[in-house]
C-alpha cells in the first residue's frame, strides 16, 4: 500500500521546515537576477519555435535510450496496459532546445506548485549534457505544433551534483532535475497558466492508479500528441552493478525515445501529485513497455528549494564523465 496522502503532506510539510523555507510564504522577489526587463527572452523563444522546427525535433540523446530495446530490462508477464496519444493537459509539456549540431531536441516536464509559479521538474538525463542548449525553452501542454499556454525560456537548471558526478548509470538514484523558468512574453508565470502539481517525496513505491505521460518520438515516426496510460507501480532494485538503487516500475505499452522526463502522477486531495519521473534505472528503461524513476526522497525536495532560492546551481566538474 502507499503512504497515506495525509502522512506524506505532513512529511513534506515537516521536511520543508526543517530545511528552512515554509512552502506557505507568499511570492517575493527574485533571489537573482533574471535577465533584462521585458518579455524579450520569451519573445525570442516564441519567435524561433515555429510549428515546424517543433515538429521536427528529436528526442534526447541518451547512453542506450528508453525504449529502444537495449539490453537488461525484461516486459512484465502480466497483460501491459496499453497507451493512447491525446491533447496533453496543461501542467505537462516539453522542453525544447538545439544542440551543439544545431539539431532540436525535446524532453519532457511536470510544472509544479510553487512560491514564485515557475519551476518544472523533469529527468535529470535530459538536461545533464554539457553539449549547448540554445534556444532552451519549455511549451507547456504541446501537442500537434502548438503552443496552448504560450513558451516559456530556461533561466536556471538544478541537478543533484552526484548526478554530475557519476554519471547517468552510478548516478542512476538523482536522475531528476528542477528547471526554473523566465516568464511569457506578457509577464505571465508558467504555473500561474496552467497550475501545478503537488511534489511528493518519499511516495511509497506501491501505487495502483499511477497516470505516465510522455512525449514519444523516433527518426522514423511522427509522434505529434503525447501518450497517456494508467497503471500500477512497485519497487523495482537493480541488479545492475553499474546503476545500483530502488526505482518505481511501471508497465504501459509503447513509451519509446522521446517520454523522458514525463511523469507518473497520482490524485492527491488537492489534484494531481507527482511522484517520479520517467528516468532513473537505465534512463528510463530498456524495454518500450516498461519505463522507470528514480525514487523522490529529502534529496528531490532539497533540489526543488535551491530552485526556489535561486541559489547557485551544481554543475559539472572537470573532467566529469560522459552521459554514459
Not at 261 to 270: A, C, N, S, W, Y
Not at 285 to 294: A, E, H, K, L, R
Request: with cysteine.
Amino acid at each position: 500500500m502507499s503512504r497515506p496522502i495525509a502522512v506524506r503532506r505532513r512529511m513534506l510539510l515537516l521536511a520543508t521546515l526543517l530545511l528552512g523555507l515554509p512552502l506557505a510564504v507568499p511570492a517575493g522577489p527574485r533571489a537573482y537576477a533574471a535577465g533584462p526587463p521585458g518579455p524579450t527572452p520569451a519573445a525570442a523563444a516564441d519567435a524561433y519555435w515555429t510549428p515546424a522546427r517543433m515538429r521536427a525535433a528529436e528526442p534526447v540523446r541518451t547512453p542506450a535510450g528508453h525504449g529502444t530495446g537495449a539490453t537488461g530490462g525484461a516486459p512484465t508477464a502480466d497483460p501491459v496496459p496499453p497507451s493512447h496519444p491525446f491533447d496533453g493537459i496543461p501542467q505537462v509539456g516539453t522542453f525544447f532546445w538545439t544542440d551543439g549540431s544545431n539539431t532540436g531536441r525535446f524532453c519532457g516536464g511536470t510544472v509544479v506548485r510553487s512560491p514564485h509559479h515557475d519551476l518544472v521538474v523533469s529527468a535529470g538525463h535530459c538536461l545533464r549534457s554539457p553539449d549547448p542548449r540554445r534556444h532552451l525553452s519549455f511549451v507547456p501542454q504541446y501537442h500537434d505544433g502548438l503552443k496552448p499556454h504560450g513558451i516559456y525560456p530556461v533561466d536556471r537548471i538544478y541537478l543533484d551534483q552526484r548526478y554530475y558526478d557519476l554519471g547517468t548509470a552510478a548516478g542512476a538514484r538523482w536522475d531528476y532535475a528542477v528547471a526554473r523558468l523566465g516568464a511569457r512574453a506578457d509577464g505571465a508565470e508558467a504555473e500561474e497558466v496552467t497550475g501545478g502539481v503537488d511534489l511528493v517525496p518519499y511516495p511509497g513505491y506501491r501505487h495502483q492508479e499511477v497516470r505516465l505521460i510522455g512525449y514519444p518520438g523516433n527518426s522514423d515516426t511522427t509522434h505529434p500528441k503525447p501518450l497517456d496510460c494508467t497503471s500500477s507501480t512497485h519497487r523495482y532494485t537493480s541488479t545492475d552493478p553499474a546503476a545500483p538503487g530502488d526505482f518505481l516500475e511501471i508497465a504501459c505499452a509503447g513509451y519509446i525515445g522521446g517520454t523522458s522526463g514525463g511523469p507518473f502522477l497520482v490524485r492527491d486531495f488537492t489534484g494531481d501529485a507527482l511522484i517520479g519521473v520517467i528516468g532513473g534505472y537505465h534512463t528510463g528503461g530498456d524495454v518500450p513497455d516498461i519505463s522507470y524513476s528514480s525514487y523522490f526522497t529529502m534529496d528531490t525536495l532539497a533540489l526543488y528549494l535551491h530552485a526556489v532560492r535561486g541559489d547557485t546551481p551544481a554543475g559539472p566538474q572537470q573532467g566529469m564523465p560522459s552521459p554514459s
